[in-house]
């Protein structure tokens, strides 16, 4: 009799140490959001510490691609605002000149007008003060525009300048997450290109399991809901965790090729993302299932 409990009970604990083998709602594989790092601006790579497998901060300096053409250029346009500072400096001497001689024109056209209503004066002596005194208001009201001009010259070479610093600054290679990198592209003293890839990174602290779900299967299924996922322990064994539902696709699609079921590939299906917490044992592209209750 003893032998026969210990026979029920073997199997018993046998399907339990193989956790939810065939119970599963569905089947996926686990994936990242991936961030492929570009280069910004052309030149030979001076610095770049990025390395495969290395974690790193949003924000992380890694290196630097070649700015001196850039930093001349700077300096270039540098030294051309100067001078044309220098040339505003001398249009705003003249001014002050030249409002200097309208001074004293100005006195010496009163006193003429003066003179010529008191008959002391000739038609001619009051025609040509004025005349001079006309003249030179005009070439003030002249001179005054250049300053305009050269204002304008100066708000290109600052936009010029402007220009060149972003440049610089995106030259600077910054990390865009935090994550660990997958791939690495280029090497230093490499050259890099706008667009050119540098660096593949993405997040794995927090993975996602992408799985697809029957019609049938989809009024189970809300976001926010808390699942079990399971992944392989071992060749017999399951590994459980915790995973929440953040997505639903609102559309229908075909079975995908790499799920492997037991239902037919014909069958249309809705694909479900869920995101769970990984100790490291994830990996991109490994094969999970779940449970929704």
Do not use: H
């Amino acid at each position: 009799m003893k032998t026969k409990i210990y026979l029920l009970v073997f199997p018993i604990l046998l399907a339990a140490c193989n956790g939810n083998e065939n119970s599963s709602d569905a089947y996926g594989n686990f994936e990242a959001k991936e961030v492929i790092v570009s280069a910004e601006v052309q030149g030979k790579i001076i610095e770049f510490t990025a390395e495969e497998g290395q974690s790193l901060s949003k924000g992380q300096n890694l290196g630097f691609i070649d700015t001196i053409q850039k930093s001349i250029q700077r300096e270039q346009l540098w030294a051309q605002k100067q001078a044309i500072a220098s040339k505003k400096l001398n249009v705003s001497a003249q001014i002050n000149v030249q409002e200097q001689q309208k001074s004293l024109l100005e006195t010496e056209k009163n006193r003429l007008d003066q003179l010529y209503k008191d008959n002391a004066a000739t038609k001619q002596q009051f025609d040509e003060i004025n005349g001079k005194y006309d003249i030179l208001e005009k070439q003030i009201i002249a001179t005054k525009t250049q300053i305009s001009s050269i204002a304008r010259e100066m708000e290109v070479v600052d936009k010029q300048v402007k220009l060149v610093s972003e440049q610089i600054r995106r030259a600077k290679i910054i990390n865009p997450i935090n994550g660990t990198v997958l791939e690495k592209y280029l090497e230093e003293n490499e050259i890099a290109i706008p667009g050119k890839a540098l660096y593949k990174i993405a997040r794995l602290d927090v993975i996602e399991l992408r799985v697809y779900v029957s019609g049938a299967q989809l009024p189970e299924v809300k976001i926010g809901q808390k699942v079990k996922v399971y992944i392989d322990k071992d060749q017999e064994l399951n590994q459980e965790y915790e995973g929440k539902v953040f997505w639903i696709s609102d559309q229908a699609e075909f079975t995908p090729k790499i799920i492997q079921t037991k239902e037919e590939r014909v069958n249309m299906v809705y694909a479900v993302k869920i995101r769970v917490k990984n100790d490291g044992k994830i990996k991109i592209g490994m094969p999970g299932e779940v449970v929704f209750n």
